[in-house]
Each structure stands twice: as structure tokens, then as C-alpha cells.
């Protein structure tokens, strides 16, 4: 599933935003948002991404946030923690604005108001499941 989606091209598709600790997750969101359509990237998969983090990972990372479409922030506990999320999510805005960007909350974060105190975040539209 998400091997093949290293293949794509980031042009036109949905730029996953996520902790890197949070693979189980990533697969789960991965699924719900292609069964609504969407071309998912994932930055780890990406095989010009390169291994150790460097300026030539920063322009990337700004090269395929502007390439797609949409940009899809998974919100979880270890997401609150990254260091890299909030830098993508300012990159998006910046290419984007507010009407390509949606926060995409994981089963562990539904009821966790943590992210609430982030004031910005709430600029942003949720993805939620039609249960809740």
C-alpha cells in the first residue's frame, strides 16, 4: 500500500504530514483518504529523500508541499512533539493558504485537547470520522 505510493509523482497529490513514529497511523489515514480520492505522498517513501536531514531535505520537503494539491496534517501524540510537523505545516500555509490545508486528527488524539491550546490550529479545517 504504501510502498507503491513512493512511485507517484507529488503533483496533484496530498502531502501527508506526520511523525515519523507514527507509521501504524500513517497507514490507517493513508487508506481513509484514498478511498475519498486522493493521491496520497508520503515523504518517507519518497526514494529522492535524502537519509540523514540536511538542507537538501528542507528543499525538498518545500518543493513537494508546493507540488501538491492538498496538504493533510495527521495530528497524534508524538506529532505534538515532532519538530518537523509545525515547520511543514508553516511551509503549506505559506503555499497553500487555508483552503488546501486540513488537519487529519488520529484515533489518539479525537479527545485530546492539547492540540487545542495551539491557537493557529484552529485556522485549519478537521477531517473527521462521520462516528464522531
Known amino acids: ?17 506526520h511523525s515519523s513514529k507514527d507509521q501504524d497511523l500513517v497507514v490507517g489515514a493513508t487508506i481513509v483518504l484514498q478511498n ?7 515523504d518517507e517513501i519518497d526514494p529522492e ?18 507540488q501538491s494539491s492538498r496538504f493533510v496534517l495527521l495530528t497524534s ?21 487555508l483552503g488546501q490545508i486540513a488537519l487529519f486528527p488520529s484515533s489518539d488524539d479525537l479527545h ?4 487545542a491550546s495551539w491557537e493557529y490550529l484552529g485556522l485549519y479545517r478537521r477531517i473527521v470520522p462521520e462516528s464522531a
Do not use: C, Q
Not at 475519498?36 to 508520503?42: E, K, L, R
Not at 529523500?49 to 508546493?66: C, F, G, H, Q, V
Open 112 to 115: 485530546d485537547s492539547t492540540w
Open 1 to 17: 500500500m504504501l510502498r507503491t505510493a513512493s512511485a507517484r509523482s507529488p503533483a496533484g497529490s496530498t502531502f501527508l504530514s
Open 36 to 42: 475519498h480520492g486522493a493521491v496520497v505522498y508520503i
Open 49 to 66: 529523500m535524502p537519509p540523514y536531514t540536511t538542507d537538501e531535505t528542507a528543499n525538498l520537503l518545500k518543493s513537494r508541499i508546493k
Open 77 to 97: 501524540k508524538n506529532s505534538k512533539e515532532s519538530r518537523w510537523v509545525p515547520w511543514e505545516l508553516g511551509v503549506a500555509d505559506g503555499y497553500k493558504g
